[in-house]
Every structure is written in C-alpha cells, then in structure tokens.
C-alpha cells in the first residue's frame, strides 16, 4: 500500500513538470468562463476565494497545465494543497470561538511579516499602481537598471524588548472536539448529502491550504512565482471565511532586476438557501507594495469580485461573477458566467463566458483521481489546459 502511494505522488509530480507550467486559473473555474467566487469549494479556492477551502472537507494535491496556445492572459504554473478537516460542535459559538483563535494567529502573522518590512501595514501610498495579473515590467525599466547598486526590498526594524508578556486567549478552551474525517466523502459531482448518508448539522470546518503560482511570460517580460498560505473555516458548510497571505518573488527577464512583497486576501461565500451561494473576495485587501532591486516601487491594488451561483437541480450549477466591481486600476469591470453539468457520478460537463471570451470544459473522476480539461477562446487564443487532483 506505501509502495503505492509513493508512485501515485511520483506520477502526479511528473504531470506537473512535464510541460512549461500550471494554469495559475485553474482548469475547472476557467470552463466556467471564471464564474467561480461564489463555488471554489476545491484546491483552487486560493486564487478565485480562499473562504472556499472550508467546503467540501477532504485532502486534495491539484495541479494543471497549459497544453496549447500559450498567450499573454493566462499564467503557466499552479499547484495546491487543501487539507480541511470537521469537528462536532455543540453549537455555531464554539465555531466563532475557533474563528477567533484562527484569527489571532493571523493577526500575528501579519504583524511580524509588517515589522519586518514585507508586509504593508496601510493604504494609499503614492506608487504605480498595477492589478495583480498586469506586468510591473515597464514600470520597473523606467525607474532604472540599477541593480548592481541594489537595495534590499525587505526593510528590518529593531526588535521589540520582550516584556515577558504574551497575548492569553480570551476563549477559553473549546471543549468536546472531535475530528471527523471520511475520505469517501462526495466531490462536487456527487449527491446531496441526504442521498449519500451524512448531514453536516452541528460540524465546523477547518482548513489550510498551499498554492504556487508560476508565470514565466516572455512577451510581458516578467517572470512571477506567487507562493500562498490560506485558512479559512466554516459552519455547517453554510458560511466559510478564509484568508490568503501571499509572498510575491518577482523578475524582470530582460534585465534580472528582482522584486518582493507581500499581500493579504480575503473572501466569504454564503449559503442562505441550500441550493442559493454568494461569495465575497477582496484581494489585496492592504494594495501590496513590490519594492525592487534597484530603488523602484510600484504597488498591486486592490480588486473586489462578487458572485452568485444556484442549483436549480441537483445536477446542474449555474454562476455569475462580477470581477473588479469597484472599477479599481482604471479597468472596468468584467462580467462572467458559467454552467457546470453533472448527469451521472464521476463526469462533469461545463460552458462558460469570460468577459467575451467563450470557454468550455469537462472532468472525469477514476477512482481517486479527478481530470480537468478546459478550452478558452477568444482572447485566450484557443488555449487548452489539463489539471488532475488526488484525493487522499
């Protein structure tokens, strides 16, 4: 059984290096046309709503590829790691409890990487701004290729005297915790949980989630490796609340002039009917300075996206998406849309509208394994992507 899992790891690893890289988009949300803030409710949740982890418990290991028709929209590299796991509770105010505790280590994780200069601690400095998919390419080039007399983008701070005193929880302990974990538990194809045995009733989710993203884009002259660390929890799978924190390592190809920074998202999706989703997400919710090598700064800013999604039927999943609904970045905003068919276990069927780009794509589960296929037109430029996840 060891020997097994060890060549089921080893033969996902060779599907994500075999060709350029990942789609940083994601197979499954991209043929949808990108309607997804209001679903992720799988590894793909750090890019489209990080809330989206605490759906669906399960560990899953996802990646996907370009296999064609590499163009300037789309990033190359993404591979994820959800872990999500139940505990039987009492009642909704243990789960806030829980939130709470999660929330506190965020807050100190932010404040440390804030004190060490990486992390932003306010808005509105006067930098050039960009949208977190745009190059910062030209921008960089115009301030200088000044990179033999660098300065180091991370600024350190003197450190704090310790007062021997720490932060105590004002919670208390949360007592009666089970972990509940069924690796038979339903993907997004599956049935209801009435059909198949299990109600979430009185069960909160935690979940973790760890994401890379790769973009080696030539024409855009930037190379970017985005690395993610999310939570999120939810409640009965009704209401999911979920963080990013994102480490940007940046490059400029033509002249090896470096950047770094880092940057916060977060994002919710609501489910006031059974078959009835919202979801939320800001990202960059702090706009993220990226201080480069050679003096320059510029700055992603804050986008919003909003979106909607209804199962009219079991079967069938229909989502709207508003992206950049604030017009942020002198960009209007883009409309979305998607259908996604389930007619029998194991095989999704999916059409969507990206902006004004028609997409379309399917999956089909072989015992742990689920494969994502996904083809964008439009200003996609007929770009095919593969993914394949593991469920553990």
Not at 171 to 185: A, D, K, M, V, Y
Not at 211 to 240: F, K, Q
Not at 350 to 363: E, P, V
């Amino acid at each position: 059984m060891k020997s097994k899992n060890i060549k089921i790891f080893l033969l996902i690893i060779m599907i994500l290096l075999c060709s350029t890289s990942f789609a940083y988009f994601g197979a499954r949300p991209m043929g949808m046309g990108g309607a997804f803030t209001a679903i992720a409710d799988d590894a793909n949740a750090a890019h489209w709503n990080p809330a989206g982890f605490a759906l669906n418990p399960g560990v899953d290991i996802t990646g996907s590829t370009l296999l064609t028709n590499r163009n300037d929209v789309m990033g190359d590299n993404f591979a994820s790691i959800k872990l999500c796991y139940e505990a039987n509770m009492s009642s909704p105010f243990e789960w806030i409890f829980g939130i709470g505790a999660i929330s506190a280590l965020a807050v100190d994780t932010a404040q440390y990487l804030g004190e060490q200069g990486i992390l932003k601690k306010n808005w509105g400095r006067n930098v050039q701004k960009s949208s977190r998919e745009e190059s910062m390419a030209e921008q960089v080039k115009e301030y200088g290729d000044n990179a033999t007399e660098s300065i180091n983008p991370i600024k350190t701070r003197e450190k704090k005297v310790d007062d021997n005193t720490s932060r105590k929880s004002i919670f208390g302990p949360i007592q009666n915790l089970t972990i509940n974990f069924n690796s038979s538990r339903r993907s997004y194809w599956d049935h209801p949980y009435s059909k198949d045995g299990y109600e979430p009733y009185n069960k909160a989710q935690f979940a973790l989630g760890l994401t890379y993203l790769h973009d080696n884009n030539p024409n855009l002259d930037e190379n970017r490796n985005w690395y993610t660390l999310s939570l999120a929890s939810g409640w009965e799978e009704r209401i999911a609340v979920g963080g990013n924190i994102n480490a940007y390592d940046l490059q400029i190809i033509s002249n090896g002039i470096k950047g770094f920074g880092a940057g916060i998202d977060v994002g919710v999706i609501a489910k006031p009917l059974q078959n009835f989703s919202l979801g939320l997400v800001a990202k960059e919710i702090l706009t993220t300075d990226i201080n480069w090598q050679n003096g320059a700064q510029t700055r992603y800013e804050m986008t919003v996206n909003l979106g909607a999604a209804i199962n009219p039927i079991d079967e069938l999943t229909i989502s709207f998406d508003g992206h950049n609904i604030f017009s942020q970045n002198n960009k209007n905003m883009t409309k979305h849309y998607g259908i996604e068919f389930r007619p029998i276990r194991g095989l999704a069927l999916r059409a969507g509208l990206c902006d004004n780009s028609k997409t379309a794509g399917a999956s089909i589960g072989i015992y742990n394994f689920v494969i994502d296929y996904a083809y964008l037109g439009g200003e996609f430029n007929k770009t095919q992507i593969i993914g394949v996840t593991y469920k553990i």
